[in-house]
């Protein structure tokens, strides 16, 4: 008789890819919010088109240049927290090789235009100011984000975020004065002009890729040093409601009346055409490292301050018992948090990170060595780099 043999098979090893990871980021704020099996699987498909231009690629391999995220993910989840809406949103960054600012560029217009052509998306205020952001600064840390908005029952629509120092640094009031001009924002400029400190810097130029009066714009303003008072006195304005609340907001992320945020934290303005000031505005802090940098101290800390506002944490509870891994510490799983008030109400929003690299390499975002084409060199690839200050 003979003895058939067979040969044991080769083993096939799963490669994780960017968008595997990033998904899975997104999928569990998606629960946390209550999407049903529908609602997820339409965020996760928005997700794959906004990141078409890296979502193949493998984790392992080196990354891309990004200012989006401490370890240059190039993209983030976040989760609105007001009791009342189911609210899930990402923002993303398009890429392209090789890495460069002019590459992104082509690369996020690409995407927009895919968004005008699946989804609708009006890019009737994108085309107005295109021009304005060109030529590129090629040392510029970043050039067009998108954004996505995922409501609970609704359908998604879009946002962009515009670097205004794209054309570099000392550029940043030129540019977004000559776009708020074109977008008929002009007569708030003096307001804007006024508020801005020496250091302070303008950062980005942002609005809904929606049609007509619905479309909310708004300036990011990136204050060189912040405490809880100083951000306070930024979120006053004429019929403004809370600013004490904001102080006590920064106090209960930052551990302390006294606590500096250097260079992370923000002030965003909502302008309109025809007025002179903003209409509303909201507070950004970036939670790691400038807060904490252990994730468990910056959950605690954020109970704390959603306690204090009246908010509900279930949600928050439910996506970051998820995104932490069991067993063991993690950091900088939170990015930032935001607080505004709509109709009286307060509402806070929890950016989170998918750490697509924050294992391997630590916070290479957070003022790099080198940006472009990758925050790690071929010498340094597989090390893991120290914890940098805020770029």
């Known amino acids: 008789m003979v003895r058939s043999s067979t040969s044991p098979m080769p083993e096939v090893r799963f490669e994780p890819t960017r968008f595997d990871r990033a ?17 997820e699987e339409q965020a996760v498909a928005v997700l794959r088109t906004l990141a078409g231009s890296w979502a193949d690629m493998p984790l392992s391999s080196p990354p891309r240049w990004s200012g989006l995220g401490a370890d240059a993910s190039g993209c983030d989840v976040s989760l609105v927290v007001d009791g009342l809406r189911r609210e899930v949103r990402v923002t993303v960054e398009a890429q392209d090789d090789p890495p460069s600012p002019p590459t992104y560029w082509s690369a996020a217009l690409r995407l927009s235009r895919t968004l005008e052509t699946q989804y609708g998306a009006d890019l009737s205020r994108l085309d107005a100011i295109a021009d304005i952001f060109t030529p590129l600064d090629p040392n510029a840390a970043g050039v067009l984000w998108h954004g996505a908005v995922f409501q609970k029952g609704k359908p998604p629509w879009f946002k962009v975020y515009l670097h ?5 640094r000392n550029a940043a009031r030129i540019t977004a004065r000559a776009a708020m001009e074109r977008l008929r924002l002009g007569a708030c400029w003096p307001f804007v002009e006024t508020r801005l400190g020496a250091d302070d810097e303008l950062l ?6 929606v049609p007509g009066s619905d479309a909310r714009v708004k300036l990011y303003v990136r204050h060189a040093e912040a405490t809880a008072a100083t951000l306070e006195t930024a979120a006053k304005l004429p019929g403004a409601s809370r600013p004490a609340d ?3 907001f920064v106090e209960d992320l930052t551990g302390g009346a006294d606590e500096i945020i250097r260079r992370g934290a ?6 309109r055409p025809g007025d002179d000031v903003p209409i509303h505005l909201s507070t950004h802090v970036r939670l790691y490292p400038h807060c904490a940098t252990s994730d468990a101290v910056m959950s605690t800390r954020l109970r704390i301050a959603l306690r204090r506002l009246g908010l509900p944490s ?4 439910a996506a970051i018992a998820a995104l932490v891994s069991e067993g063991r510490a993690d950091e900088a799983v939170h990015g930032w948090a935001s607080i505004q008030w709509i109709r009286q109400r307060p509402c806070a929003t929890v950016y989170f990170s998918p750490r697509l690299y ?18 790690v060199g071929p010498a340094n690839s597989q090390e893991r780099r120290p914890l940098c200050a805020p770029p």
């Open 314 to 317: 279930t949600s928050y509870d």
């Open 23 to 39: 998904s899975r980021a997104l999928r569990a704020l998606a629960k946390a919010s209550e999407f049903d099996g529908g609602e």
């Open 266 to 271: 923000l002030t965003s303005l909502q302008l």
């Open 246 to 248: 904001v102080r006590g």
């Open 164 to 168: 205004l120092m794209a054309l570099g």
């Open 358 to 375: 924050f294992e391997r390499y630590g916070p290479i975002g957070l003022d790099p060595v080198r940006m472009w084409p990758s925050p």
């Open 204 to 209: 980005f130029l942002s609005f809904d890729l």
